[in-house]
């Protein structure tokens, strides 16, 4: 097979199908095991799958809308839309988590109720 014939993700895909794989477990598991404190890993884990998937392959493992969009098998358009909503969705579940650790205030600089 040509290499240029092989799809960016296509090492990526076949790993994935690998029984070394099945054996390490869930790297997304891994990934907020090692990252995140309890209060953010259960907020994420409440985000519906879709979400998700778009918001840990952009916002921890930083890949490009584009790159995204060739692993989850959508158009860009969609990967944009998906995590639009799951950071909103992460964002109404993480707003008391915000407050109690100081990085969402009012303008009055107190803690303030209301998520954006």
């Known amino acids: 097979m040509d290499q240029d014939d092989i799809g960016d993700f296509y090492?990526?895909?076949?790993?994935?199908?690998?029984?070394?794989?099945?054996?390490a477990g869930d790297p997304e598991e891994?990934?907020?095991?090692?990252?995140?404190d309890a209060d953010v890993k259960d907020a994420l884990e409440q985000v519906p799958e879709p979400f998700?998937?778009?918001?840990?392959?952009?916002?921890?493992?930083?890949f490009s809308y584009k790159e995204i969009a060739e692993i989850l098998g959508i158009?860009?358009?969609?990967?944009?839309s998906?995590?639009?909503?799951?950071?909103?969705?992460l964002q109404?579940?993480?707003?008391?988590?915000?407050?109690?650790a100081g990085y969402a205030r009012d303008e009055a600089g107190s803690p303030s109720?209301?998520?954006?």
Do not use: F
């Open 11 to 23: 090492l990526y895909a076949k790993a994935q199908e690998s029984e070394e794989y099945r054996k």
């Open 30 to 36: 891994i990934l907020l095991s090692h990252v995140m």
């Open 52 to 62: 998700r998937a778009a918001v840990i392959l952009a916002d921890l493992e930083e």
């Open 75 to 80: 158009p860009v358009g969609t990967v944009m």
């Open 82 to 89: 998906r995590l639009y909503r799951g950071r909103r969705h």
């Open 92 to 100: 109404r579940l993480l707003w008391d988590y915000a407050r109690r």
């Open 113 to 116: 109720q209301v998520p954006p």
